[in-house]
């Protein structure tokens, strides 16, 4: 039974390439982030516009801490849904209740265009998201066996997967809402939106997803991921490497976990300004308009996913030169939040070039200033976020993996309510004020960081 276990486990991790196993699961996850940002990136419009333009009509001051609370929490629930996979349910089953209440969450938010259904499919989502987001991270990360060198470059391509369906969905839900859904006057402007069929064909996205994954995943994946990790079992299919004791060793690597947590709170902060400030920001003071055409506000959510999917597998490479090995984990982190701070010095010139926060909207500011901002933020972005993911695979114990994951997306569960609360203030500080306060402050952790390198290093025990 022991031989026909390690026989399993060899079938789904070759030294030559990648597992098939890890290309379904970036395709299972390229379709849930299809959803979840197809929906984002019209969410905070679908809050604040009137009633007749086919929002709830919703305060921008208030419309933005809804936005901050809920994608607050997609990223709390995590911490719930990983330690359930863990000890009950096992990643597998986990994913599939969560992409389907993420699908239902969907649908309700298309059929019930009202305060109710808002809150009832934000809810959905929200604990949808806790059984689906932990869980799908570490499955990638238990393809590979300990020590194995292919694993960054996996979360690397792994995390391509998660920025193609971003990059996607706010183009197509874009298309759906502004244009083939949306009710214009004999002008061309439009008089309605039609955001409720953007979030129609977002939970049509989680369906195929959820398709694909119970679909291919018995045959690909094997039986990793079916029992719960935490969970002693006599069952010899189970990995072996989960029966290891907890070591002085693991408990501070895990603490380290912890540690990086608190750090990417601020850039999480900063960074998920996208969806709510900034989103705001463009659809008001941005010049919008290339030749005949204007840019729907929502197609904007996909630069930073185009970027990412550009230029993700030269930082692939990079990371496996000389000078990129050289660079760990805290002094990645520490450069992708400085980046973040230097990437709102463009919007701070944005607010110059319009003569400060003047509210008049015939005044626009240039174009390549928002697409620079969302350059350096993307650059950032791939210092920190799949660097984290892969580190905090090597630094988890077995037992408590899809936990530890549920930790490392606190990060975000903090960030976006905080980033919640900093838009909110946008109208009475002004949007400069905002800007370089964020920008300072990121940059100012971003050198802590780098400053506290070694000693972090110490108590990873070897991993880098």
């Known amino acids: 039974m022991a031989l026909s276990a390690n026989k399993q486990r060899?079938?789904?991790?070759?030294?030559?390439?990648?597992?098939?196993?890890?290309?379904?699961?970036?395709?299972?996850?390229?379709?849930?982030?299809?959803?979840?940002?197809?929906?984002?990136?019209?969410?905070?419009?679908?809050?604040?516009?009137?009633?007749?333009?086919?929002?709830l009509a919703i305060d921008p001051k208030e419309a933005s801490l809804i936005y901050g609370f809920f994608t607050g929490f997609v990223y709390f629930t995590p911490l719930i849904g990983g330690w359930l996979a863990d000890n009950y349910l096992g990643q597998r089953k986990s994913i599939t209740i969560g992409g389907i209440t993420m699908m239902l969450g969907q649908f309700c938010l298309f059929a019930i265009n009202t305060h109710a259904g808002l809150y009832l499919g934000l809810l959905l989502l929200i604990i949808g998201n806790g059984f689906f987001k932990p869980n799908i991270s570490t499955l990638v990360g238990r393809l590979y066996e300990e020590g194995d060198s292919r694993r960054d470059s996996a979360f690397s391509i792994f995390y391509m997967g998660i920025n193609l369906g971003a990059f996607l969905a706010p183009l197509v839900v874009g298309l759906f809402s502004d244009n083939l859904f949306a009710v214009k006057n004999e002008n061309g402007d439009i008089v309605t939106y039609g955001y409720r069929y953007g979030f129609l064909v977002a939970g049509i996205g989680m369906l195929l997803g959820q398709i694909l994954f119970n679909g291919l995943a018995a045959k690909h994946l094997g039986n990793i991921g079916v029992e719960p990790a935490g969970k002693k079992s006599t069952d010899t299919s189970v990995d072996a490497v989960q029966e290891k004791p907890v070591t002085p060793e693991d408990k501070q690597r895990m603490t380290v976990i912890f540690i990086l947590t608190a750090f990417v709170v601020f850039f999480w902060a900063g960074f998920e300004q996208a969806g709510s400030s900034l989103s705001l920001y463009t659809d008001k003071f941005i010049d919008r308009t290339v030749g005949d055409y204007v840019i729907p506000t929502s197609f904007f959510q996909s630069v930073n996913p185009l970027f990412i999917v550009a230029l993700a597998p030269l930082f692939a490479l990079f990371w496996t030169s000389k000078l990129g090995a050289r660079l760990s984990t805290p002094v990645k982190m520490g450069l992708g939040m400085i980046l973040l701070g230097i990437g709102f010095f463009f919007m701070i010139a944005a607010v110059a070039?319009?003569?400060?926060?003047?509210?008049?909207?015939?005044?626009?500011?240039?174009?390549?200033?928002?697409?620079?901002?969302?350059?350096?933020?993307?650059?950032?972005?791939?210092?920190?976020?799949?660097?984290?993911?892969?580190?905090?695979?090597?630094?988890?114990?077995p037992k408590f993996a899809s936990l530890m994951m549920g930790v490392w997306l606190l990060s975000s569960f903090l960030a976006n309510i905080l980033g919640g609360f900093v838009a909110a203030y946008v109208e009475s500080m002004g949007a400069g004020a905002i800007f370089k306060i964020i920008s300072a402050f990121v940059i100012v952790l971003g050198l802590v960081m780098i400053v506290l390198a070694k000693p972090i290093l110490k108590m990873m025990h070897g991993v880098r």
């Open 10 to 55: 060899m079938d789904t991790s070759t030294k030559k390439g990648h597992p098939t196993a890890l290309y379904l699961l970036f395709f299972t996850e390229m379709w849930e982030r299809f959803s979840y940002y197809g929906m984002r990136g019209i969410l905070i419009l679908y809050l604040t516009k009137s009633w007749l333009e086919g929002g």
């Open 353 to 397: 070039q319009r003569g400060g926060d003047v509210q008049d909207e015939s005044i626009k500011a240039s174009l390549m200033w928002l697409v620079m901002t969302y350059l350096l933020h993307t650059i950032g972005e791939l210092c920190l976020s799949p660097v984290g993911l892969s580190v905090v695979t090597k630094l988890s114990h």
